[in-house]
């Protein structure tokens, strides 16, 4: 079983830059694609972005491509979201979640095993 717990999240203006982290327990971490999705009051939870178990692939939703970057410590078994350019359309409570050993990341929340309690970002115009 893997726990995971986000920070990082707060209030910004719109253009400022926040980076969320994602920390889990567990040995086992570093074998497992992590991805971060999002949830707007009243909508679903969306995909954001995902990292392979090695860093090797990664991906976001066009919203936040060339805007956010996901990345991996595995040594400090801690996946980051490096939010730039934020709008007030980024608002949400982001959520970081891992599937099963070696499996590569997908979009869909479904494939996602161990979820976090959510970190809420607020960007005001």
């Known amino acids: 079983q893997v726990q995971l717990v986000e920070s990082g999240g707060g209030l910004v203006q719109a253009g400022g830059s926040l980076r969320l982290s994602c920390a889990a327990s567990?040995?086992?971490?570093?074998?497992?694609?992590v991805g971060w999705f999002r949830q707007a009051p009243g909508k679903e939870r969306d995909f954001v972005a995902a990292?392979?178990?090695?860093?090797?692939?990664?991906y976001y939703t066009d919203s936040v491509k060339d805007r956010f970057a996901i990345s991996r410590d595995n040594a400090k078994t801690t996946v980051y979201l490096q939010m730039n350019s934020l709008q007030p359309e980024d608002t949400a409570v982001y959520y970081c979640?891992?599937?099963?050993?070696?499996?590569?990341?997908?979009?869909?929340?479904?494939?996602?095993?161990?979820w976090g309690q959510g970190t809420q970002v607020t960007v005001s115009s």
């Open positions: 979640a891992v599937r099963p050993p070696y499996l590569q990341p997908t979009i869909r929340r479904e494939n996602y095993s161990y």
């Open positions: 567990g040995r086992t971490f570093n074998n497992y694609a």
């Open positions: 990292i392979s178990w090695n860093s090797a692939n990664t």
